[in-house]
DNA sequence: TGCCGGAGTTCACAAGTGCGAAACGATCCG
DNA sequence: CGGATCGTTTCGCACTTGTGAACTCCGGCA
């Protein structure tokens, strides 16, 4: 689980964005901002400059206080080895791109166009390779506990399979 | 409900008597002490020397905090995924556009009429499409503890399921 | 009290289409 | 050769949305 480092207000668009996806996060308040608010469990701030162990105990602590609210991220690094739950797989070259894009945007929705530009950069292969590749992708991060989920009509979303969002499927 | 201010950790004794009580306190860390590990949901810390208007925004954070958290608001983003206590589900593109209007106006009545313009922009399809779909939009808000109420003659409203689980307290 | 009518709910069915997934080929490399 | 990666075709399912009708609920009125 990771806790993003956000300088702040010079980039409060991308912690409204993390906000939205709630993310933890820690605001880095530049040295003559005015505090934020805060009263999100997943977010809290420090006043730069400040010490290297300040920031990391401020870290921790937002760490330790999520722990109960089940917000877990799974990683991926740069050979392809994706990572969650202690349980690790490795993935080919293709699908390790397009894994990349769906772990940072975790518990969003990456349209297929995202995925696209990410798995073939500089062309189009059409429909079918990638929604072949979302199927094998889905196969090898299964055992993981991971689970991508189709948006229809949206695009994809990667997930945790048995925490949360277990939606239901009405009967019609 | 005052936020007890604590010398730390020369008063860490008080800090003890406090926490066991379950006021919420701010740590004055000094200058040279360790950053303390913070769990505590109604604690929360501040390095000296500190400007007095950080001192005043983490206290009205952390009162802030404790205020909101059992009115927790829903949200939804542009693609449809409205998340509400720790949960998540995704909407198809006409209910997320209804969704959206009944968590803006989260706790209040919204009119049919209003729902309809925001469903079906430059039409009127008539009555039962929109209940069927405020049908379907209960159905998915269900598992997230939400509850579309209607309000007979008037509207509609969303709320809080009275029922549903809070997001766990830790340590309080 | 009992009945009526409007308001709201729920269901079944159907059309359109986005997407899933198997099966098969092609290519590359040890 | 054998295994792994990646593309293509194809069939069919399931999701979204609309429609009509049966059904329940509730207030008003005689």
């Not at 072949?132 to 196969?139: F, N, P, S």
């Not at 991508?148 to 048995?162: C, K, M, N, Q």
Request: with cysteine; hydrophobic share 40%; proline share 8%.
């Amino acid at each position: 689980m990771d806790v993003e480092l956000v300088r702040w207000p010079s980039q409060s668009d991308r912690r409204d964005r993390l906000q939205v996806a709630a993310r933890p996060r820690l605001l880095l308040v530049e040295p003559d901002a005015p505090a934020p608010l805060v009263t999100d469990l997943a977010e809290d701030w420090v006043r730069l400059p400040a010490e290297r162990a300040d920031v990391q105990a401020r870290v921790d602590s937002l760490l330790a206080r999520l722990a109960n609210l089940d917000l877990t991220v799974p990683r991926i690094d740069e050979w392809g080895v994706v990572r969650y739950g202690g349980k690790q797989v490795t993935l080919p070259p293709l699908e390790a791109r397009l894994a990349a894009v769906l772990v940072t945007q975790f518990r969003c929705v990456t349209t297929r166009d995202h995925l696209t530009r990410a798995g073939w950069p500089g062309e189009d292969p059409g429909r079918n390779p990638l929604d072949v590749h979302i199927l094998r992708l889905r196969r090898r991060l299964e055992p993981l506990g991971l689970r991508v989920r189709t948006v229809r009509s949206r695009g994809y979303l990667l997930e945790a399979d048995s925490a949360s969002s277990k939606v239901a499927v009405p009967d019609m």
